[in-house]
């Protein structure tokens, strides 16, 4: 039995809540213990995953080629005379190209429980859509996460997450002009 008053108040407070509380929760949902683990279990729960990704490529490429054939023949002619005739034929190739690439992606992005796979990991995907001066960027992430690796915070950084897909698409004036021209399009058809 509680005696100090002051307890006895919180005490009868809270059962007085608790036919409220109730009431507001899903009927279908189990009661939670205020110490219970809040992180997200189950399908449709949602969590935040942490992307820090940095990329970086380069590609170098140099073809030389150098042929040469050649030919020499005696001919006769009509006054039966012999005459040598040489024929060569020299062929110079050199090419080469160079492309670079980098790029950082940081964004925090809340993602939901699609499904549990067999062996209890989630399979998770989340979008989240930004615009900025009529500059769409559309962030998409899917992949797999182990239930074991959600902090209690209820956040994951984006390298623990299986089969990370992460794609960064966007739309507006600021892409168009990062986009190679319609004639730069069109003579890489050739190169390729």
């Not at 380069?58 to 030919?71: P, Y």
């Not at 989630?122 to 239930?147: A, K, T």
């Not at 390298?159 to 966007?170: E, K, M, P, S, Y």
């Amino acid at each position: 039995m509680i005696t100090h008053p002051v307890l006895r108040l919180l005490a009868v407070g809270c059962l007085a809540c608790a036919p409220f509380a109730a009431s507001v929760a899903d009927e279908t949902a189990a009661p939670r213990s205020l110490f219970a683990d809040r992180r997200a279990h189950a399908p449709g729960d949602v969590f935040t995953v942490l992307i820090s990704e940095v990329a970086s490529m380069s590609t170098n490429a140099q073809t030389r080629l150098n042929k040469g054939e050649s030919a020499s023949a005696n001919l006769l002619q009509r006054d039966g005379e012999m005459q040598l005739a040489n024929v060569g034929i020299d062929t110079k190739f050199a090419g080469g190209g160079q492309m670079e690439r980098s790029g950082t992606l940081l964004a925090r992005l809340s993602v939901r429980i699609d499904a549990v796979d067999p062996n209890g990991n989630f399979l998770v995907s989340g979008e989240q859509m930004i615009v900025i001066n009529n500059e769409n960027q559309r962030i998409l992430v899917s992949g797999v996460v182990r239930p074991d690796d959600i902090a209690a915070d209820n956040t994951i950084p984006s390298w623990r997450v299986a089969g990370t897909n992460i794609q960064l698409l966007g739309r507006g004036i600021l892409t168009r002009k990062a986009s190679p021209g319609p004639l730069t399009w069109l003579l890489s058809l050739f190169g390729e």
